[in-house]
């Protein structure tokens, strides 16, 4: 083999890898974005069905309900402006308070429920997820709500 | 008085930065002795600083002076003295300056080790050491400073965060800087060739300890990382491709192209350009890890806007260095080379394919944690990239560099011929194939994916087993001891490592292939059977710490109707507000049963049902050793004589040259 070929093989190898890598990279990234709704937007239906997606708002004050003897429990997340019930079958986070943020990820059934997989969790307690908290910026924009009412319903 | 003393010496260090990222590279340029005699001394004192520094701010966390603003938001009286040690370094500024420290630590520790360097590389590499100085301890002093005085000063402190009140957590950032910070030495050999104009042999092999010994402690950092959020942060996962584990990853596997780069570069002197480049890009993603991290952004791109200051210095800082050393770059890698041919299929070859792998794999796993962050700042919208994309992504390019670890320390320089290969590697490759198809069936069911698994690890076991071998009952010397003594320690430090990889793939295999994970609601006496184990709940009984109430749930674990182990995982309330789980692990060589407390999840509160986490993680541990193993072999590889006298023979060699 003449080096000049050998070159060739070499720069031909390597591009099928690299096109094998970016193929492979993207489908996979493009199958395993997860978006962002608000209660409101879920509520308005604008949120896909059948595909995972995210959540954010604050957990109602009142809403948390446990189903005795099992892992179910009931919540609704609010954005201040919209409620959306919330199911969920597993141990919350430590993190997980009533009146505090929070972020779910799952799908949305046909009777508006959603069907949460994962609540997340994260590491500080006066952290607010900034989904959650842009759900409730957001929320806030379309009401025109003052800054002072936002808190007090914190 | 010590705040201000330890302020005071941060200016001076600033100073004497600023005085050794200057005139030694001016020194270099002029061939002047007199200014790049500076190098040594300047980046010893500014190490001295900032170690005063340190101490003072470590003082004033040991005697819980709350007039400082980071020791009363980070600290207070109740907390154990450990852990107001840790402290130190448990905050945003603390942990600046922890990098700072290290960064002159390292620089130090270069002027000490390299005695026989020339002089002009010297003072280039500790130049820019000293460059990279001046700009983190401007970003202290100008925007996290951590001898701030609170006026007035608060009578107690906060708490420190009690996920942070951890021996893992103690040790976890001080290793992960040790190693981010390391990197900034193979970055500065790699801009001190480029200046230079000049790469060898020699080059290659003074950086090369350096880079290894900063590999290792990054390889330990992440371990400790990854195992302190299986036993603290209670759900039992071990990595979760979270931005901020990724930030460390990144450079992680751009350092191992780099490990590996260099082995070419010495060896053969091929690969420069890259073996540069890599330099750079191990440094770059490292800062940018920092600048995730501590930024903020990763909160909120939007706290970025809301409080600019630091996160636009850490930009700025980030452009300046990445975009000047790819310009640096861009202008003289051509002066630097290339280097010799070799063959299609050679050790070269082979790590040429690592080098690729690795960097698209790291090419990826940026993509998936930069990407979001993009869209949020540019205000197009939230989403999140899921674990199962890294996932996706990650095992079919993983999967090909392992099987090439097996081969790749058997394939000789320049060429090697296939038959040859395949002749001295069949048995390996048999033993692994056999064993990896019957094993699952002892574990129970029997999958593809477990079984490739499974023969990727037990594949590089057997290679490296067969290499030791091979070289082994080749060498002329006489007596096992002779012949082993006869090769380097560099040789054995590689093949610690490959194993600690085999390792380490093993028990992820079978912890993803035969981890059970429940979560049950269990009744005072009720049990769980997973496998032998029944797992019994006694219900749970108050405790008090020294800065915390909860209450610690009994399990019983029985085996057969016996009891074999006790379980106590704890809910802890601490006084600062938090709460927290602290799961109760019984540790084991094959395997751990993992245990965490829920909640109480009928109406009688806590003498009630419980709900729990009951998990059985076999071969979890595994990980970790494997990491441990790998950083092992990085300490034992640097510790090889000739990076020790090759420097000393060079230097002889050029000497007489030039007498020549």
């Known amino acids: 083999m003449k080096p000049r ?41 604008e949120a896909p069905q059948g595909r995972p997606f995210r959540i954010g708002g604050l957990v109602e004050s009142g809403s948390l309900r446990r189903v005795p003897n099992s892992l179910d429990v009931h919540f609704i997340v609010t954005d201040t402006a919209q409620r959306l019930p919330v199911v969920y079958n597993g141990m919350l986070p ?57 808190s007090s319903a914190k | 008085m010590i705040p201000e003393l330890g302020h005071f010496a941060l200016i001076l260090a600033v100073l004497v930065a600023l005085v050794q990222g200057v005139l030694p590279l001016i020194g270099a340029q002029r061939r002047d002795a007199t200014l790049m005699a500076l190098a040594k001394p300047a980046i010893r004192t500014q190490f001295l600083l900032i170690a005063f520094a340190f101490g003072c701010l470590m003082y004033s966390f040991a005697t819980s002076d709350f007039s400082v603003a980071n020791v009363a938001e980070h600290s207070n009286t109740q907390l154990p003295m450990r852990y107001r040690i840790a402290a130190t370094w448990g905050s945003h500024e603390g942990s600046l300056l922890l ?36 700009g983190f301890l401007s970003f202290l002093l100008f925007t996290s400073n951590p001898f701030l005085r609170l006026m007035p000063a608060a009578a107690e402190g906060q708490d420190l965060n ?71 942060l209670g759900w039992g996962g071990w990595w979760f491709w979270d931005p901020v584990e990724n930030a460390s990853f990144m450079p992680w596997l751009v350092g191992t192209a780099l490990l590996h780069s260099l082995a070419v570069t010495e060896k053969r002197g091929t690969f420069k350009n890259w073996t540069v480049l890599l330099a750079i890009v191990a440094f770059s993603l490292s800062l940018m890890g920092t600048f995730l991290v501590r930024s903020g952004v990763l909160t909120s791109v939007h706290a970025f806007a809301t409080d600019p200051a630091r996160g636009v ?36 070859s082979m790590l040429l394919a690592n080098n690729v792998l690795l960097v698209v794999a790291c090419a990826s796993v940026v993509l998936g944690t930069l990407y979001p962050l993009f869209l949020d700042a540019l205000n197009l919208g939230k989403l999140s990239v899921g674990p199962p994309y890294f996932e996706a992504v990650f095992f079919p390019l993983m999967a090909p560099l392992v099987f090439l670890m097996g081969i790749g320390p058997l394939a000789s320089w320049r060429q090697v011929k296939l038959p040859d290969l395949a002749t001295r590697l069949k048995w390996a490759f048999m033993v692994a194939a056999v064993t990896s198809v019957l094993l699952p069936f002892t574990f129970g069911h029997w999958s593809p994916l477990v079984a490739l698994g499974l023969f990727l690890g037990l594949w590089v076991v057997a290679a490296t087993i067969t290499a ?112 927290m789980t602290d799961a109760a692990i019984d540790y084991g060589f094959f395997g751990d049963r993992y245990v965490s407390l829920g909640e109480p999840i009928t109406d009688k509160g806590d003498s009630g049902a419980w709900s729990l986490r009951v998990y059985v993680k076999p071969f979890v541990d595994w990980i970790w050793g494997g990491a441990f193993l790998m950083a092992m072999g990085g300490f034992i590889a640097m510790s090889d004589r000739r990076y020790r006298l090759a420097v000393k023979q060079s230097l002889a060699g050029l000497a007489g040259a030039r007498a020549a």
């Open chain 1, 94 to 150: 430590d993190l997980f308070k009533e009146g505090k943020g929070v972020v779910a990820q799952g799908s949305v059934g046909p009777d508006g429920v959603f069907h949460a997989s994962e609540v997340l969790a994260k590491h500080d307690e006066n952290y607010m997820p900034p989904a959650a908290a842009s759900a409730i910026e957001q929320a806030r924009k379309d009401k025109g709500m003052s800054l002072s009412t936002l």
């Open chain 2, 468 to 579: 030791i071998w091979q070289r082994l009952s080749r060498a002329p010397q006489q007596g096992l001891a002779a012949k082993l003594a006869a090769n380097s320690a560099a040789w054995y430090g590689m093949l610690l490592a490959h194993m600690g990889i085999a390792v380490f793939v093993i028990g992820v295999t079978l912890v993803k292939g035969y981890g059970v994970e429940q979560n049950v609601p269990l009744d005072v006496g009720q049990g769980v059977t997973i496998g032998v184990d029944t797992f019994t709940f006694r219900g749970v009984a108050p405790i008090t710490g020294p800065n915390y109430q909860g209450l610690a749930g009994v399990v019983e674990v029985s085996r057969n109707g016996k009891v074999v182990e006790t379980l106590r995982p704890e809910k802890r309330a601490y006084n600062s507000g938090m709460t």
């Open chain 2, 313 to 348: 210095f850490i930009l700025i800082f980030l452009a300046i260095v990445i975009g000047g050393s790819l310009t640096l770059y861009a202008i003289r890698a051509g002066a630097v080379g290339g280097g010799a041919a070799f063959a299609m299929i050679s050790r070269e």
């Open chain 2, 99 to 134: 990098w700072a420290l290290m960064l002159a630590g390292w620089g130090a520790a270069v002027s000490l080790r390299s005695r026989n360097l020339p002089d002009v590389l010297l003072s280039r590499v500790i130049a820019v050491m000293g460059l990279v100085s001046v």
């Open chain 2, 162 to 232: 009690p996920l942070l009140q951890d021996p893992g957590m103690v040790i976890h950032p001080p290793m992960l800087y040790m190693g981010y910070v390391g990197f900034s030495i193979a970055f500065a050999f790699a801009i001190a060739a480029l200046l230079g104009g000049r790469l060898d042999a020699t080059w290659a092999r003074w950086s090369r300890p350096w880079t290894t010994a900063a590999w290792s402690f990054l390889t330990i950092g992440i371990a400790l990382g990854s195992w302190w959020s299986y036993y603290v």
């Open chain 1, 5 to 45: 070929h050998r070159r060739f093989l070499w720069i031909a190898a390597g591009l099928a890898t690299l096109g094998v890598a970016a193929t492979l990279v993207l489908n996979a990234f493009q199958s395993n974005l997860v978006f962002f709704f608000t209660p409101s937007q879920v509520v308005a239906k």
